[in-house]
């Protein structure tokens, strides 16, 4: 008769084996870096249900911890539901074992950053780069260069276009960026920022 | 009301306020005027970071921050009005408290020290703190049958990480409330905006803002408050039904209340027409 022993989830995995070194499994480091205890989760799936925008992602949040708990790196860091989270905490408010879900995604979208593999829904990332082109330019972002970059970027001109002009209409979009003086103590801190700019 | 003591504060207006959502900033620097609150403005002050630094680079969000941290004065609170800037100003304050070589790092690079206990509140808490009777002794136009659907945003009290922070909720229906303002319960106050998804993918957030603006109109509101300028403007711009009901930022509906005169040219701003509402508040009173 054998006793169901409990799993570890503290122990070497292969997914290390880029540094050769003994080291912790996939779910410690993101528990790590998340600040947040994702081996509570016991499957409830209160966050997929609460989750607004669970149609979209290919996975739904609680699977997404699953996935993490079975160290299934490559799956997790490039699905979609990591970059369709935009981090209004409804899971974690929800979540009756006090897991910060949302705490959870962002540093999955931070080792998938990291890591450079395959982003799951590409024209998101490439959103957040052209607000960082922004503010690296500005130091605060320029909502209408924003757009048109991003709108080059992703080549889908006419998208959009109707509530595009409208904002203008209405001003809301200045033509002129609004910028930080001291600009260069910004354009200094984009040194860690390891993807080259356009 | 010049007997009052002046109140000074470091003011973080953020992106959003200093450019698309300038009536929401226009219509607080009056509300505070009028009330004896100086919001001073940082000098310098530069983009929170906002969620495309922390998706990117977590230094990089943290420096952001940081930055405008080393250039408040010390001695008097730091006020932001958008929550999502409240929020990462918080947290790199924690940040920078809890791992001091990193703040020393800053400091060297900046020449200018970190204060680690300066606060950090948002304005509708400068409100609540020191404004309940202030506003009631400027109260110029009543609000009285105004219903609306108290909408704050999902930053402002919801991240755990900030949770042992002032809990937000109950404070906008507070104020208004004293002002004549009638909160309506039964529709979706918590539901996200779609935030940044509003730009990249809108037709995630379309059915989304629909569904809010449905449960708006079968309570019967008039119109919906917001904390939070993103909001506003994704409530307004992705809304597509035939419903259009107007989202005000909680600043406007603030200064109007306190007697604002300038308010059309807030309004014409707006992508939904939001003048019914004043029409009809200036019917009942």
Redesign the interface.
């Known amino acids: 008769m054998s006793i169901a022993q409990p799993l570890r989830h503290d122990v070497v995995t292969p997914y290390l084996e880029k540094t050769g070194k003994p080291g912790l499994s996939l779910a410690a480091e993101v528990k790590e870096q998340s ?1 947040t205890d994702l081996f509570r989760c016991y499957q409830c799936r209160s966050c997929g249900n609460g989750c ?2 669970v ?2 992602m290919d996975y739904t949040p609680n699977q997404v911890l699953r996935l993490v708990q079975f160290g299934m790196r490559r799956e997790v860091l490039s699905c979609k539901t990591i970059w ?1 989270c ?5 899971c ?2 929800q979540c009756p074992m ?1 897991i ?1 879900i ?2 959870v995604m ?1 540093t999955l ?2 080792m998938a ?1 990291e890591e450079g593999v395959a982003i799951g829904k590409p ?3 490439d ?3 052209e ?2 082109r922004s ?1 690296e330019k500005y ?5 209408l260069g924003i ?1 048109l970059g ?1 709108k080059r970027q992703t080549g889908r001109w006419l ?2 276009l109707d ?1 595009g002009l ?2 203008l209409a ?5 033509l002129i960026p ?1 910028r ?3 600009v260069k ?2 354009t ?3 040194q ?4 080259e700019s356009a | 009301m010049n007997d009052v003591r002046q109140l000074d504060f470091s003011y973080f207006p953020g992106c959003s306020l200093a450019t698309t959502a300038a009536e929401s900033n226009r219509s607080m620097m009056q509300a505070a005027r009028i009330l004896g609150l100086n919001l001073i403005e940082l000098e310098d002050w530069n983009c929170c970071g906002s969620s495309s630094a922390q998706t990117m680079c977590k230094n990089l969000s943290l420096a952001m921050a940081a930055r405008n941290l080393s250039l408040a004065p010390a001695g008097r609170p730091l006020v932001a009005m958008c929550p999502r800037c409240l929020h990462y100003l918080r947290s790199a304050q924690e940040c920078l408290k809890a791992e001091v070589e990193t703040r020393e790092a800053l400091e060297e690079k900046w020449r200018r020290p970190i204060t680690t206990d300066l606060e950090i509140i948002h304005f509708m808490e400068v409100l609540a703190r020191y404004g309940l009777d202030r506003l009631q002794a400027n109260a110029r136009r009543s609000l009285k049958g105004m219903r609306y659907v108290p909408y704050y945003g999902c930053t402002l009290f919801r991240p755990p990480r900030l949770a042992k922070e002032k809990y937000f909720q109950g404070e906008m229906e507070n104020i208004l409330g004293a002002l004549g303002a009638q909160a309506v319960p039964d529709a979706l106050s918590y539901r996200c905006c779609g935030s940044f998804l509003s730009a990249t993918d809108p037709e995630i957030v379309t059915p989304l803002v629909q569904e809010i603006i449905a449960s708006a109109a079968a309570a019967k509101a008039d119109c919906l408050v917001t904390a939070c300028a993103m909001c506003q403007l994704n409530l307004e711009m992705r809304n597509t039904s035939k419903a259009k009901i107007p989202i005000f930022h909680f600043s406007e509906i603030l200064a109007l209340a306190l007697g604002a005169e300038d308010y059309e040219e807030w309004f014409i701003r707006h992508l939904v027409d939001p003048r019914p509402v004043i029409r009809k508040l200036s019917r009942a009173a």
């Open positions: 600040g607004p925008f149609q979209a369709i935009v981090g209004c905490h409804t974690s408010s006090s910060d949302a705490s962002d979208r931070l950053v024209n998101i990332i959103f957040h780069e607000v960082l503010l130091g605060r972002a320029h909502k757009m991003y998208k959009d509530v409208k904002m209405k001003r809301k979009l200045d609004s930080v003086r001291d103590e910004i200094e801190l984009f860690c920022y390891w993807r």
